[in-house]
């Protein structure tokens, strides 16, 4: 014999489905967005993807100093009174900018480890290198409580290489063996 469910319980479960089709929501979008990133400047990607894994651990830092002095940035605009709305508008779509292009060059980092380990020759392209690195990354964000602190940290260092590859020196030109 079924026993009733009590009214309360499926208020609740509705409202966690809500949230759930919200997160997947935003997660599809933001992987269209991720995507389109891979496909619109490639080598931007691939060059930030070169930094995330040569040097991870200087990525966070850099992420985490650029998230300090964009908060210090919205404070100085606050500071500004009735006039902080449009430089602190530029200021949130710039930085939005690096932490999407940043999330990019991780994914993209990410995707290329997926591509080894199952041992495929070939993803057909950065953009699919992308999305194939976003998939998990933004899955992992379903984990309740710890998703969302290992996001935080992936963001962060995909901020710090998108800052460095910013603000990278282009190598000089190697000479060839044999050549004047």
Same mark, same amino acid.
């Given at each position: 014999?079924?026993?009733?469910?009590?009214?309360?319980?499926?208020?609740?479960?509705?409202?966690? /489905?809500? /949230? $759930?089709?919200?997160?997947?929501?935003? !997660?599809?979008?933001?992987? =269209?967005? $991720?995507?389109?990133?891979?496909?619109? #400047?490639?080598?931007?990607?691939?060059?930030?993807?070169?930094?995330? *894994?040569? =040097?991870?651990?200087? #990525?966070?830092?850099?992420?985490?100093?650029?998230?300090?002095? #964009? %908060?210090?940035?919205?404070?100085?605009?606050?500071?500004?009174?009735?006039?902080?709305?449009?430089? !602190? $508008?530029? @200021?949130?779509?710039?930085?939005?900018? @690096?932490?999407?292009?940043?999330?990019?060059?991780?994914?993209?980092?990410?995707?290329?480890?997926?591509?080894?380990?199952?041992?495929?020759? !070939? %993803? +057909? !392209?950065?953009?699919?290198?992308?999305?194939?690195?976003?998939?998990? %990354?933004?899955?992992?964000?379903? %984990?309740? +409580?710890?998703?969302?602190?290992?996001?935080?940290?992936? /963001?962060?260092?995909?901020?710090?290489?998108?800052?460095?590859?910013?603000?990278? *020196?282009?190598?000089?030109?190697?000479?060839?063996? +044999?050549?004047?």
């Amino acid at each position: 014999m079924a026993t009733a469910v009590p009214e309360q319980t499926h208020a609740n479960l509705s409202g966690l /489905v809500t /949230v $759930l089709l919200a997160a997947l929501g935003i !997660s599809v979008g933001l992987l =269209a967005v $991720l995507f389109l990133l891979g496909v619109l #400047c490639p080598q931007s990607v691939r060059r930030g993807s070169e930094i995330v *894994r040569s =040097a991870p651990g200087r #990525c966070l830092l850099v992420g985490l100093l650029a998230f300090l002095v #964009c %908060l210090a940035g919205f404070v100085v605009f606050k500071a500004l009174g009735p006039l902080a709305g449009l430089p !602190s $508008l530029a @200021w949130a779509l710039v930085f939005g900018y @690096w932490m999407l292009s940043g999330m990019a060059m991780l994914a993209h980092h990410i995707g290329e480890r997926v591509q080894t380990a199952l041992m495929a020759r !070939s %993803l +057909g !392209s950065d953009a699919m290198a992308v999305v194939y690195g976003a998939v998990p %990354l933004l899955a992992v964000g379903f %984990l309740p +409580g710890v998703g969302q602190l290992i996001q935080l940290v992936a /963001v962060m260092i995909g901020l710090g290489g998108a800052i460095s590859n910013l603000f990278r *020196r282009s190598k000089p030109p190697q000479n060839q063996a +044999g050549t004047v």
